[in-house]
């Protein structure tokens, strides 16, 4: 299983960026969850969306991205979407794209954005936002 996050660099603050996930070495549709983490310099990774397919794809969100960030995904191309607007500084931050082939149903957003609940993850990219 492999998952590289493409889209990342210098965004200016009140802008938008996406960032992309494509995974290899696994067929995507035995992915249960995906997800979207990301660390920012002195901080623990904290979890920021989610999608749940066992749930109809219902997605999650963090409160601090809630309205600004959505996550997507591309069946047909493997691959995990985030669409963040509205950037600010404090979002500069390493982003990790992850997946989880456990079934998951109704497990609730602490669940779904929590580090433990995926097994494979990528290498992370560099998002910067300057004011």
């Known amino acids: 299983v492999q998952l590289v996050e493409s889209g990342g660099g210098v965004a200016q603050a009140g802008g938008s960026v996406r960032l992309s996930c494509t995974g290899s070495?696994?067929?995507?549709?035995?992915?249960?969850?995906v997800a979207w983490f990301r660390r920012a310099p002195g901080k623990a990774r904290e979890g920021i969306a989610a999608?749940?397919?066992?749930?109809?794809?219902?997605?999650y969100y963090a409160d601090i991205v809630k309205g600004r960030f959505t996550i997507s995904a591309d069946d047909a191309k493997d691959a995990v979407y985030l669409d963040a607007s509205t950037l600010r500084p404090d979002d500069s931050a390493v982003y990790f794209c992850?997946?989880?082939?456990?079934?998951?149903?109704?497990?609730?957003?602490?669940?779904?954005?929590?580090?433990?609940?995926?097994?494979?993850w990528g290498q992370g990219i560099q998002l910067t936002v300057s004011s």
């Open positions: 070495g696994f067929d995507f549709e035995d992915v249960n969850s």
């Open positions: 992850a997946v989880s082939f456990s079934v998951s149903i109704a497990v609730g957003r602490q669940e779904m954005l929590r580090p433990g609940s995926y097994g494979h």
């Open positions: 999608i749940n397919f066992p749930e109809g794809g219902r997605r």
